[in-house]
T-cell receptor, first 112, second 113 residues
Framework: GQQLNQSPQSMFIQEGEDVSMNCTSS?????WLWYKQEPGEGPVLLIA?????ELTSNGRLTAQFGITRKDSFLNISASIPSDVGIYFC????????????FGQGTILTVHP | EPEVTQTPSHQVTQMGQEVILRCVPI?????FYWYRQILGQKVEFLVS????????KSEIFDDQFSVERPDGSNFTLKIRSTKLEDSAMYFC???????????FGDGTRLSIL
C-alpha cells in the first residue's frame, strides 16, 4: 500500500526558531494535508494543498505540494510554546472517497 | 464552527465483548470515515462510508468490524468480539464533498482488558 515517510521524528527547539518538516512517498498523491494533534484531541487541519507546486500559508505556517506530487514540506516560522504537538502529513490518493494515508508524525517541543 | 463529536471519550471493555463507538459527523457532510491510532503510532485508515455503504476498507477492518449510519446524524463503529490488540484511539472523520479535507473528532480511547 501507499506509505509516507515523515521526518524528522522529533524536534526540540527554542522559542522563536523556525521549524521545517517534510514527507516523502514513492506514490503520487492528489492532495496533501497537514494536521496538528495535541494530547487527548483529534488531528486538526492546518493546511490543505491541492495542486503540484502549490505554496500555501496559514499565519506562521507555510506548506508546499511538491512538483513530483510525491512530497510536501511544512515550515513554522518564529515558533511559540503553543506550537507544541505532533504534526502529521497526510496524502490523498486517486479515489474520490478519500482514504488518507498518514505519516508517522513529527513531535515538536518548544522551549520558552 | 461545526465539529465532529464522538462518544464516549473513553471506553473500557473486557476482551471478547462487543463495543460500539459513536460519532456525530458535521451536519450536511456526505463522506464518513473511521481511523485508529495505536498509542505512539501513526493514524491508520479503517473504513470509508458514502451513500449508505462502505466505499473502501483496509486490511484491519475484518469481519469483526462493522459500521452503520442508523439515522441522519449518527455514524457508528462496532467491534463484535474485542481483542487486546484493538486497544487504540478511534477517530471518526467526515467531509462535505469529495475535494474537501476531512475533519476529525477528538476520538474514543478504547481499552481492552
Amino acid at each position: 500500500g501507499q506509505q509516507l515517510n515523515q521526518s524528522p521524528q522529533s524536534m526540540f527547539i527554542q522559542e522563536g526558531e523556525d521549524v521545517s518538516m517534510n514527507c516523502t512517498s514513492s506514490s503520487i498523491f492528489n492532495t496533501w494535508l497537514w494536521y496538528k494533534q495535541e494530547p487527548g484531541e483529534g488531528p486538526v487541519l492546518l493546511i490543505a494543498l491541492y495542486k503540484a507546486g502549490e505554496l500555501t500559508s496559514n499565519g506562521r505556517l507555510t506548506a508546499q505540494f511538491g512538483i513530483t506530487r510525491k512530497d510536501s514540506f511544512l515550515n513554522i516560522s518564529a515558533s511559540i510554546p503553543s506550537d507544541v504537538g505532533i504534526y502529521f502529513c497526510a496524502g490523498l490518493g486517486g479515489t474520490s472517497y478519500g482514504k488518507l494515508t498518514f505519516g508517522q508524525g513529527t513531535i515538536l517541543t518548544v522551549h520558552p | 464552527e461545526p465539529e465532529v463529536t464522538q462518544t464516549p471519550s473513553h471506553q473500557v471493555t473486557q476482551m471478547g465483548q462487543e463495543v460500539i463507538l459513536r460519532c456525530v459527523p458535521i451536519s450536511n457532510h456526505l463522506y464518513f470515515y473511521w481511523y485508529r491510532q495505536i498509542l505512539g503510532q501513526k493514524v491508520e485508515f479503517l473504513v470509508s462510508f458514502y451513500n449508505n455503504e462502505i466505499s473502501e476498507k483496509s486490511e484491519i477492518f475484518d469481519d469483526q468490524f462493522s459500521v452503520e449510519r442508523p439515522d441522519g446524524s449518527n455514524f457508528t463503529l462496532k467491534i463484535r468480539s474485542t481483542k487486546l490488540e484493538d486497544s487504540a484511539m478511534y477517530f471518526c472523520a467526515s467531509k462535505g464533498y469529495s475535494n474537501q479535507p476531512q475533519h476529525f473528532g477528538d476520538g474514543t480511547r478504547l481499552s481492552i482488558l
